[in-house]
């Protein structure tokens, strides 16, 4: 029997708890599982509360249709008829640019447009940021031949495309709400693969855009589930055998030996517990990980440290949503060196973003604080964090009534930050991890912070532990 230990039940390790599950459902005495979980509930980060018809989401609101393990797995799990697409017929996003929110233009895949026609109308860019995107598609040689071998920051790369202005106005805001980074320091490689790809085989990004979406057909952008992402996490745990799961057990250490690996946990009364494991799925978040292996092997903690950035998430649910006046679209983003205007990093239109997320008549704001500002607010009571959140929304959406539901989340170091040089660590770390053996590291902090990629990995790693027993 091999023993196997799961290290975080956040979606990563439940989602490799219900892959072992599923796969010796017929032949349940070849394993023994133990998911340790330091708190008293599963899911992590990812959590909805349902409250007076509201679907609000303390974590993630959805995923990207493009990448389809989210989907799979929803469907295998029964869920196909939850599944809800974005509206994406609305979809249009907000600049707060002197105070003011200023329309992205249309057709925007992250900070390049398809439809260069779609600038003109565009009050978010000077007239010298048209040119530079009109500029861009002429300079398609040069920007090919220009392209570096070796990775660079996300700052380098927009801005040798694009300029300045686009760099401030939508590529730092889009990046840092997703990887809670700094431009000048994220690695393109790593956060906008697809992108570089362009740039190799196409030189421009908006020539390369254009001649992607006149041959795809259009999927919607964002996929969630018609009661909130928990009900996702509520349908992989109840797959997943009781007695394979520990709460409130925090896992303190871990060794290697000839036998395999060691564990030690505690849940808080009694001495801590040893036990061993053929095999362990590392899922917590990358700084805790890191902690752990640091006594096996220093240097593969190291290629995992990284800075993380934490987030505040408030969300106000309004009975009535003529009350809450709205410009149509999915939300708005701060640039993070807008002067200090708004402490704010985005808030999202919840019930303009997906269907069924309100009452009938009812609005959902959901405003997100990251960086130097969240770190500040995880200090403040729920209240407290209201109030600003209050505050700085009223300021830029004008006077908001008194909401019916609020709901705080403080997510501490929840979004780690792929650094310049990123893609060859995570090479080394593999390395490192395969030469320790029976060791695979799960979660945001490797080779992916979305959702899907998550689920594929978990996965991967699971069916990895059965090719062993199941022949
Ligand atoms: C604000 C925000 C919004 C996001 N929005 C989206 C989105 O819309 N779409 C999307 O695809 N992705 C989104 N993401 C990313 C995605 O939500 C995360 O990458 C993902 O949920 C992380 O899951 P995880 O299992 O790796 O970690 P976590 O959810 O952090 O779970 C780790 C678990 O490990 C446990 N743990 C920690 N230490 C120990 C220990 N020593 N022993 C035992 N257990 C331990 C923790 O209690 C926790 O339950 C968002 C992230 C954030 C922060």
Known sequence: MRRIAIIGGGVAGITAAYELARLTQNDRNSIAVTLYEASSRLGGIVETVREGGFVIEGGPDGWVSEKPWARELAVEL??????????????????LVDGSLKAMPDGMRMMVPADLAALDSSELFSAEAKQAYRD???????????????????????????????????GAPLLSGVFGGDVNRLSVRAVMAPFVAMEREHGSLVAALQAKESSQKRTPIFTTLHNGLGSLVDNIVAAVPRAWVQFGTRVTRMERDRDGWWVSASSGHGPE??????????????????????????????????EASSAVIAAFGFDHAAH???????????????????????CTFMDQKFPGRVPAG?????????????????????????????????????????????????????????????????????????????????????????LPDLIRDARAAAQQQTAHTIQ
């Open 362 to 450: 009812g609005r959902l704001l959901r405003a997100f604080f990251g960086g130097r500002a969240a770190e500040r607010m995880m200090r403040c009571g729920n209240d407290e964090v209201a109030a600003v959140a209050r505050m700085e929304l009223a300021h830029i959406l004008g006077p908001l009534p008194e909401p019916r539901v609020t709901v705080v989340r403080r997510l501490p170091l929840s979004l780690p930050q792929y650094g310049v040089g990123h893609l060859e660590r995570m090479a080394e770390l593999d390395a490192r991890v395969g030469a320790l053996g029976d060791l695979w590291l799960l979660g945001n902090g490797y080779r992916g912070v979305g």
């Open 324 to 346: 809450v006046a709205l410009p149509p679209g999915f939300g708005f983003l701060v640039p993070p060196d807008s002067n200090a205007s708004s402490l704010l990093m985005a």
């Open 78 to 95: 029964g869920m196909a008829g939850e599944l809800i697409h974005s509206n994406d017929e609305g979809r249009k996003t907000y600049v």
């Open 273 to 306: 517990e040893r036990e061993r494991f053929d095999a362990v799925l590392l899922a917590t978040p990358v700084h805790i990980a890191a902690q752990l292996l640091a006594p096996v092997d220093a240097r593969a903690a190291e290629l995992m440290q990284m």
């Open 136 to 170: 861009e598609v002429a300079r398609a040689e040069e920007l090919k031949a220009a392209a570096p071998t070796r990775d660079e920051s996300v700052a380098e790369f927009v801005k040798r495309h694009f300029g300045d202005e686009v760099l401030t106005k939508i």
